[in-house]
């Protein structure tokens, strides 16, 4: 008897789905780090150095103090009521446990929530938003979510109904979105950033990709944009994020806005406006624009990636409209307590006057300017010919090669999208300040042989 289930029989939107940041190239490093630790000094390289997805704290960055002593006693409450608790936890972190409990039914972290989140937290991610933008927020519009991926799933979900329905996304995009999209069953609709401009969007490239998708049946229902961009790192100009909203208003479509990056821009002339702030600024209000911001616990200088927390935001959206989002979160009960705390305190960090307030600070500028400190590849035609060879794409040909030489793992652009015949590799800047030097030297050495065997 053939098998009940074969690749052959398995859902075609599983099939067609990629995730190019946990893809083939990680699968083979995985595989190099086993061979070194069971054949230890069999490969040029003696440890595997992961830049190709942010997951800081697996490459040594320490967690927030402040937000892990929070944790700590809403996890066990019973430490409040010791006395040495006083001598080993700040005051402002006790009394914000103390603050957070107090909203939790029966102080139970470990207990389902409402499908939203804990409503005392949302208010206090409320509360955030509104003194980061200026404008009010409201509570009921917050939706906890286990990082910001289940939040975007949740909108694809929402909004596709079959392959008729389109989503404009950025290319390059963090390929979250364009596996969302394959695993609900709609059409990724491509708008290129443009590279000679600093992947800067233009309205126009926007217009062309939505008229070309229309004259093809499509339904386009929403515009996705990464700001400040992943992979391409790039923030916004305040006028083009008016453009951006306007743009979205006149063509009936739904502004979906990642912004999880939002604390990680390392130039002095660039700001972070949220697009909420942006609508809201040019005298768009609730009923003028649906409007879905996302943001993560996993980014920023929190880097807490393993605890997944996040939300989104949701304005503009009718009421039985917000009740279908609601149901599609009760379907998966909750998100979990201890990320819903996170988002929380996210928002909501010590300020000045607090008695961590000093050693908050320390450690995230510590955190920020290490980033700061730590960022285009032509391939020869002989490169790319091998590449074709070997049935791979020119820039995974390269990661692969570069896996494989050095223990560096980098994640290819074509995993993201890209303008047809350029190439391109996504590497973080995460691992510790004191490995980068020899993360260089290895690429350096690594590149230039590469180049040197490649000559055309």
């Not at 789905?17 to 061979?35: D, F, K, S, T």
């Not at 927020?137 to 799933?153: E, K, L, Q």
């Not at 791979?392 to 560096?408: N, V």
Request: hydrophobic share 40%; with cysteine; proline share 5%.
């Amino acid at each position: 008897m053939a098998p009940s289930v074969a690749v052959e029989n398995l859902n075609p939107k599983v099939l067609k789905c990629e995730y190019a940041v946990r893809g083939e190239i990680v699968i083979h490093a995985q595989r190099l780090q086993q061979q070194l630790q069971t054949q230890p000094g069999s490969l040029p390289f003696d440890e595997i150095l992961y830049c190709n997805i942010g997951n800081p704290q697996s490459l040594g960055q320490q967690p927030v103090t402040f937000f892990r002593e929070v944790l700590a006693l809403c996890d066990h409450p019973s430490l409040l009521e010791k006395e040495e608790t006083k001598s080993l936890f700040s005051a402002d972190a006790i009394s914000r446990a103390k603050r957070i409990l107090s909203t939790i039914p029966g102080r139970a972290t470990g207990a389902y929530s409402h499908s939203q989140g804990i409503k005392g937290l949302r208010d206090a991610i409320a509360a955030g938003i509104a003194l980061r933008d200026g404008f009010p927020a409201n509570a009921d519009d917050i939706f906890v979510t286990d990082g910001a991926s289940p939040g975007v799933h949740m909108m694809m979900q929402l909004l596709l109904r079959d392959e008729k329905d389109g989503i404009l996304c950025p290319i390059p995009q963090y390929p979250l979105y364009s596996a969302s999209i394959a695993l609900h069953g709609g059409t990724l609709i491509p708008y290129y950033l443009d590279e000679k401009t600093g992947w800067g969007l233009e309205i126009s490239e926007l217009k062309k990709q939505l008229e070309d998708a229309r004259s093809k049946g499509i339904d386009v229902r929403a515009l996705v944009v990464i700001n400040p961009g992943n992979p391409t790192g790039q923030v916004l100009a305040e006028d083009n994020q008016c453009d951006i909203v306007r743009f979205c208003k006149n063509e009936g479509l739904v502004l979906l806005a990642d912004e999880v990056y939002q604390e990680n821009i390392y130039v002095d002339d660039k700001k972070f406006n949220s697009f909420k702030k942006i609508a809201r600024s040019i005298g768009y209000g609730e009923d003028d624009l649906p409007l879905v911001s996302f943001q993560s616990v996993s980014k920023g200088y929190y880097g807490e990636c393993g605890k997944r927390g996040g939300y989104m935001e949701i304005t503009g959206f009718s009421a039985s409209v917000r009740e279908q989002v609601y149901k599609i979160a009760s379907v998966n009960l909750c998100s979990n307590i201890t990320g819903q705390i996170l988002a929380s305190l996210i928002m909501n960090p010590p300020k000045e006057g607090d008695e961590s307030y000093a050693a908050y600070k320390a450690e995230k500028d510590g955190i920020l300017q290490s980033l700061a400190r730590r960022a285009k590849i032509h391939l020869p035609q002989k490169a790319i010919e091998a590449a074709k060879a070997a049935k791979k794409a020119p820039d995974a040909f390269y990661a692969l090669r570069l896996l494989e030489a050095t223990g560096i793992v980098v994640v290819p652009g074509s995993g993201f999208g890209q303008v047809p015949g350029t190439w391109h590799i996504r590497c973080t800047i995460l691992p510790q300040e004191d490995k980068i030097p020899a993360v260089i030297t290895r690429f350096k050495a690594f590149h230039e042989a590469f180049m040197a065997e490649y000559r055309d």
